[in-house]
T-cell receptor, first 110, second 114 residues
Framework: GQSLEQPSEVTAVEGAIVQINCTYQTSGFYGLSWYQQHDGGAPTFLSY??LDGLEETGRFSSFLSRSDSYGYLLLQELQMKDSASYFC???????????WGLGTSLAVNP | DTAVSQTPKYLVTQMGNDKSIKCEQNLGHDTMYWYKQDSKKFLKIMFSYNNKELIINETVPNRFSPKSPDKAHLNLHINSLELGDSAVYFC?????????????FGSGTRLTVV
């Protein structure tokens, strides 16, 4: 089958660095995406990795290791506004849809 | 210039009623989706259309019927609403089905069935 695991909750303080991990199980894999969703808002696309390695977009970076079926989202210089849910999602290639994780709720405290 | 717009934003209705949610995208994308997000925040895909053709129809009660008059519009009609239908419904679009390069979501329709 196909599945994704990510932690349900993460807490960090302003200015810190936090890493949200995502492990997946699938026979086919065409890349991993990350989305952010604030309470009451819509998911917004953050980053994607089609190949192994690190992709950097400002304070956010996303990493993928296909051999380990593992990826992570790294958030640096945390700000209060980063408090949100973060979803990873992958494309298994055979069903024309993304497989979504259950989301990680990040709380950034002062 | 809203990229994916859906209406209404809030919908409160009684059990047994029929309601519709509309979605429009101006991004020129070929694929549109309906997602349901429950109180536990799980994003469950319901339907997907690619160039007006239904390509994903998940295990959804047949009280839910999508319709795509053209590739920029995707509507969702729900018959005989039940309490369990209460959720936030998101429309989304992407350039191609299941792309990892990024879906664009609408702001959501919060449906409350009483």
């Amino acid at each position: 089958g196909q599945s994704l695991e990510q932690p349900s909750e993460v807490t960090a303080v302003e200015g810190a660095i936090v890493q949200i991990n995502c492990t997946y199980q699938t026979s086919g894999f065409y890349g991993l995406s990350w989305y952010q969703q604030h309470d009451g808002g819509a998911p917004t696309f953050l980053s994607y990795n089609a190949l192994d390695g690190l992709e950097e977009t400002g304070r956010f970076s996303s990493f993928l290791s296909r051999s380990d079926s593992y990826g992570y989202l790294l958030l640096q210089e945390l700000q209060m506004k980063d408090s949100a849910s973060y979803f990873c999602a992958f494309n298994a290639g055979n069903n024309r849809k993304l497989i979504w994780g259950l989301g990680t709720s990040l709380a950034v405290n002062p | 210039d809203t990229a994916v717009s859906q209406t209404p934003k809030y919908l409160v209705t009684q059990m047994g009623n029929d309601k519709s949610i509309k979605c429009e995208q101006n991004l020129g994308h070929d694929t549109m989706y309906w997602y349901k997000q429950d109180s536990k925040k799980f994003l469950k895909i319901m339907f997907s259309y690619n160039n007006k053709e239904l390509i994903i129809n998940e295990t959804v009660p047949n009280r839910f019927s999508p319709k795509s008059p053209d590739k920029a519009h995707l509507n969702l009609h729900i018959n005989s609403l039940e309490l369990g239908d209460s959720a936030v419904y998101f429309c989304a679009s992407s350039q191609e089905p299941g792309t990892i390069v990024g879906y664009t979501f609408g702001s959501g329709t919060r449906l409350t069935v009483v």
